[in-house]
């Protein structure tokens, strides 16, 4: 009998929000592996903000997705059909393998295998441990230049993303870490759970400037910046000399067409003060991941570096789980689950 495959495809371009109408699940029968090749059995697939700048059928930083298309993803599975001497069937591994339950692999680009020798939750290497911990990694240490000393400013900081570089900071001596996210559930864990020195709520707060402000009255060495333009332009003017900015995401712009987007304005500081700004796409920095992904691993298994998930079950509730991402529903990495741990 034919294994059957799951997959989640693009059915219209997403115009603003996205909702789950603009997606559609399709099963096909499962892929086999030509020599060379293997089939992995996906058990974890995470929905990720970034996605959504390749589904409005214009190129961002990658060219559009067409209609039809699987949706990208990040994946952790087993094998489970191999013609690769490399990966036998029975090897985990975590893959680029999009909002499907099987995908082909050959073992080149975005793929690693699972070491035994790290007892952590499989879901965490598609998160953490995956390309969120890792944008947070090398966004910090190596586009920042993360200083120990830094006064450090993390905007949607209850996220993956922003969590895990707020710890590295911390962990790595920063002065004073400080983050902003939308609920007091998130500010409250990011300062008793994360270990950051305070959070802002910018939903509630009758003047984010000037909670930023108080917050850090020193001002900011280093932002890092989930957000987009408008969060940007408000720090600037409270960056320290030779100050830098780490754009990470652009959460609050990816909806926005480039006419909508808002621009940056207050450039003044780039002169006066020195400050630089960079973003990066993580895969600049393959070759260096097994580094950052050992010592992450090794932080989280003393307990050093906390997390949150929430877990869905099913591959049809993966455009409900990403969709929720910019309805500012989500708490920590959000994974769906596609298939059995067993």
Not at 16 to 33: C, I, M, R, Y
């Amino acid at each position: 009998m034919t294994e059957e495959m799951q997959q989640i495809v693009l059915k219209q371009y997403c115009t603003g929000v996205p909702t789950p109408s603009d997606f559609e699940l399709v099963t096909k029968p499962a892929p086999t592996p030509n020599e060379g090749q293997f089939r992995v059995r996906h058990i974890w697939n995470s929905v990720d903000p970034g996605t959504r700048s390749r589904l409005s059928g214009g190129d961002s930083y990658a060219a559009a997705l067409p209609l039809g298309k699987p949706i990208d993803g990040f994946s952790v599975g087993i094998v489970a059909a191999s013609e690769h001497a490399d990966y036998p069937v029975g090897t985990k591994v975590f893959c680029a393998g999009g909002w499907r339950t099987h995908t082909i692999q050959n073992g080149k680009g975005f793929i690693g295998k699972v070491p035994d020798s790290v007892p952590l939750p499989l879901s965490l290497w598609i998160g953490v441990l995956g390309v969120p911990g890792l944008t947070a990694w090398f966004g910090l240490k190596s586009v920042a230049k993360f200083r120990e000393g830094d006064r450090v400013l993390v905007t949607s900081a209850a996220g993956p993303v922003g969590a895990t570089a707020g710890q590295l900071a911390k962990a790595g001596g920063a002065e004073t870490v400080i983050g902003v996210a939308g609920s007091d559930t998130k500010c409250q864990w990011l300062v008793e759970e994360a270990g950051f020195d305070d959070a802002i709520n910018y939903k509630t707060v009758p003047d984010l400037d000037a909670a930023i402000a108080k917050a850090m009255p020193d001002g900011v060495d280093l932002l890092f910046d989930n957000v987009g333009n408008a969060m940007v332009n408000r720090v600037l003017p409270m960056m320290r000399l030779n100050g830098r900015i780490c754009i990470s995401g652009q959460v609050a712009d990816y909806n926005l067409t480039p006419e909508e987007t808002p621009g940056i304005v207050n450039t003044k500081p780039f002169i006066t003060h020195r400050v630089l700004m960079q973003g990066l796409v993580v895969f600049d920095f393959a070759r260096e991941f097994p580094v950052a992904l050992n010592e992450m691993a090794t932080l989280i298994g003393k307990g050093g570096l906390k997390l949150k998930e929430e877990r869905f079950d099913g591959i049809d509730k993966m455009p409900e789980a990403f969709c929720g991402l910019f309805r500012g529903e989500n708490f920590g990495r959000r994974v769906v689950q596609v298939g059995a741990e067993a």
